[in-house]
């Protein structure tokens, strides 16, 4: 990758570092936390990382690049913010969550948690009433 830049070229890169939720004491007990938390110990046995993100800026030194800079944003995960533009931003990446929720989870849980598909159906469509649920703040740290 470094050699197919130019000196004073820029790369980006843009991944889920982790999901998460203004309402710290509630959101433990979500559905969405759940689904979350059950995923990303999936991805960890089968030796994937669900939060390989959070080292991107130490990966991008260790391989040489210099003035190395990390940005963490965080995108609602539903319409729940004030902010027009966040709202937006919220409704696509409700969208984009939903979409992905139980293809994210049906091979780990599955295959390293011994869940049936149908287990794994209903933990996600828990989930997926909790994006809908305008109360519950979550956001994803990109």
């Given at each position: 990758?470094?050699?197919a830049?130019?000196?004073g070229?820029?790369?980006?890169?843009?991944?889920?570092?982790?999901?998460n939720?203004?309402?710290?004491?509630?959101?433990?007990?979500?559905?969405?936390?759940?689904?979350?938390?059950?995923?990303?110990?999936?991805?960890d046995?089968l030796?994937?990382?669900?939060?390989?993100?959070?080292?991107?800026?130490?990966?991008?030194?260790?391989?040489?690049?210099?003035?190395?800079?990390?940005?963490?944003?965080?995108?609602?995960?539903?319409?729940?913010?004030?902010?027009?533009?966040?709202?937006?931003?919220?409704?696509?990446?409700?969208?984009?969550?939903?979409?992905?929720l139980e293809?994210?989870?049906?091979?780990?849980?599955?295959?390293?948690?011994?869940?049936?598909a149908?287990?794994?159906?209903?933990?996600?469509?828990?989930?997926?009433?909790?994006?809908?649920?305008?109360a519950?703040?979550?956001?994803?740290?990109?």
């Amino acid at each position: 990758m470094k050699s197919a830049l130019k000196p004073g070229g820029y790369i980006e890169l843009q991944d889920v570092h982790e999901l998460n939720c203004y309402d710290n004491e509630d959101w433990s007990k979500t559905a969405l936390y759940q689904w979350w938390d059950l995923v990303t110990k999936g991805f960890d046995a089968l030796g994937r990382s669900m939060n390989a993100s959070g080292k991107h800026k130490e990966r991008m030194i260790d391989a040489g690049f210099e003035d190395v800079k990390e940005e963490v944003f965080k995108w609602p995960v539903g319409t729940w913010p004030k902010d027009k533009k966040m709202k937006e931003l919220g409704l696509w990446s409700r969208e984009n969550t939903i979409d992905a929720l139980e293809g994210l989870a049906m091979g780990p849980l599955t295959r390293q948690m011994n869940w049936s598909a149908e287990e794994v159906k209903v933990m996600c469509a828990k989930a997926r009433t909790d994006i809908k649920n305008p109360a519950i703040h979550s956001y994803f740290c990109m």
